[in-house]
């Protein structure tokens, strides 16, 4: 079966620190890979998301970045942390099937960031 | 690209009563049409989804409806309980080129359920 890690779960950070949080996938191939943004009591924010190794489509602007190195990890980095980037940060996941994307996203535990 | 509307905000209701949700969005081509439920401090939780091929779908007290014609679709809970409360997310999705498996979210309903 499928499964998605995401680590750390908590993190506090200051501000101007780095930032990388990694998520991985299990038992799936060549998946599509999501990382979001939820600040407290709001929506899902799209930042990045991947349909392969290398390939990154960035959905907002900010002085966050990310990489997939490999097939099935995704990390999400930052330079200098603001304060406006706390929040709650999920890595998402598409399968693949035969015949292309299967619809059915699927969320990881998320990662609770509060820069300080 | 896809713009997905969703109402109420908030939504309380009795235990035992109906709960419906109702969302639209934009592109005629978006054709997978997903809810979510997160609790608080969890990750959203796929609860049901229609594609566009089907008007109404069932899961024991959940429902989903779509309206292609309309542009939109809605969640129904009946027999509410408190458990069912938590924010409720909806999204579609365009089967499109390289936009193929991204989602486009609404905004969330609160929904609280008083015992």
């Known amino acids: 079966s499928q499964t998605i890690h995401q680590w750390p779960a908590t993190l506090v950070q200051p501000v101007g620190s780095p930032l990388s949080l990694e998520c991985t996938v299990e038992g799936t191939s060549n998946p599509n890979l999501y990382w979001y943004r939820q600040a407290a009591g709001r929506g899902l924010q799209l930042l990045f998301y991947?349909?392969?190794?290398?390939?990154i489509s960035s959905e907002v602007p900010q002085n966050l970045s990310a990489s997939r190195p490999q097939d099935r990890q995704f990390i999400l980095s930052s330079k200098k942390l603001l304060l406006s980037d706390s929040g709650f940060y999920l890595c998402?996941?598409?399968?693949?099937?035969?015949?292309?994307?299967?619809?059915?996203?699927?969320f990881g535990p998320g990662t609770r960031l509060t820069v300080t | 690209g896809e713009n997905v509307e969703q109402h109420p905000s908030t939504l309380s209701v009795q235990e035992g009563d109906s709960a419906v949700i109702k969302c639209t969005y934009s592109d005629s081509a978006s054709n997978y049409f997903p809810w979510y439920k997160q609790e608080l401090g969890k990750r959203p939780q796929l609860i049901i989804d229609i594609r566009s091929n089907v008007g109404e779908k069932k899961d024991q007290r959940i429902a989903v409806t779509l309206n292609k014609t309309a542009k939109h679709f809605s969640l129904h809970i009946t027999e509410t309980q408190p458990e069912d409360s938590a924010v409720y997310f909806c999204a579609a999705s365009i089967n499109r080129g390289s936009t193929l498996g991204r989602l486009y979210f609404g905004r969330g309903t609160q929904l609280t359920v008083w015992p």
């Open positions: 998402a996941w598409n399968p693949k099937g035969p015949s292309g994307t299967i619809y059915e996203q699927y």
């Open positions: 991947s349909v392969g190794i290398g390939q």
